[in-house]
């Protein structure tokens, strides 16, 4: 069961996603960049196993399935109107969950506690408490596991009415950009002695972070 203070959150996602989960994917390729850059810097080695944290309607998951086929994938989201899109995508090739980025328990959901890499894609701009989920996340790596994240950047290096625009549109969806998540990855990398790799990319479109766990 979601912990209860997870509960709003959930509802809203659910009522934002409802019927907007049928023509995500379609819509959402043409301004989600830098996924699949992501989903070929993961390179897990055969017989790793990789959660996506937010996994929405498991489209990065079906990418990275096929191109990592001898590795193990799991999925999370807190809609379960999501997760309807997900199961109906993915069938029985990743082991799916319905849970909070923030609180979820990766031996009671998947009955594992370590993931050699976790991603999270355009998420941490939807959970309130994305430091929370970051830090979760961080948890459950496994001894050199790896955290990639990408997600909306400062839109610096394009025309003032781009980035105003892109804000307001983002805000119908409750997509709040996180400025800050370079120096939240880097705090997390320090307090396990990790390291950290950062990029912008597309003119200051998107941020993109990778945390590495030591061995």
Not at 11 to 22: A, C, E, F, N, S
Not at 25 to 49: N, Q
Not at 182 to 194: D, H, N
Request: hydrophobic content about 40%.
């Amino acid at each position: 069961m979601l912990e209860r203070r997870s509960d709003t959150h959930a509802k809203l996602m659910d009522d934002t996603y409802r019927h907007q989960r049928v023509i995500y994917d379609l819509t959402r390729k043409y301004y989600l960049f830098g996924r699949d850059r992501l989903i070929a810097e993961l390179a897990p080695a055969d017989g790793s196993h990789v959660l996506e944290i937010a996994c929405g309607t498991g489209r990065n998951l079906q990418v990275a399935a096929r191109r990592y086929p001898d590795c193990s994938f799991y999925g999370l989201d807190i809609s379960s109107q999501m997760l309807l899109s997900a199961r109906a995508k993915l069938g029985q090739e990743v082991r799916l969950a319905e849970a909070d980025a923030c609180t979820f328990d990766g031996a009671a959901l998947f009955q594992r506690q370590g993931f050699d890499r976790i991603f999270i894609s355009y998420g941490v701009s939807m959970i309130p408490d994305w430091e929370a989920a970051l830090r979760r996340a961080v948890a459950h790596l496994a001894p050199g596991g790896e955290l990639h994240v990408v997600d909306f950047s400062d839109q610096n290096g394009w025309p003032s009415w781009f980035g105003v625009m892109l804000g307001h549109w983002l805000a119908r969806f409750h997509v709040h950009p996180r400025m800050y998540l370079q120096r939240a990855l880097q705090k997390l990398a320090a307090e396990i002695s990790g390291s950290t790799e950062f990029h912008q990319l597309y003119r200051g479109y998107a941020q993109y972070g990778v945390l590495r766990r030591p061995d």
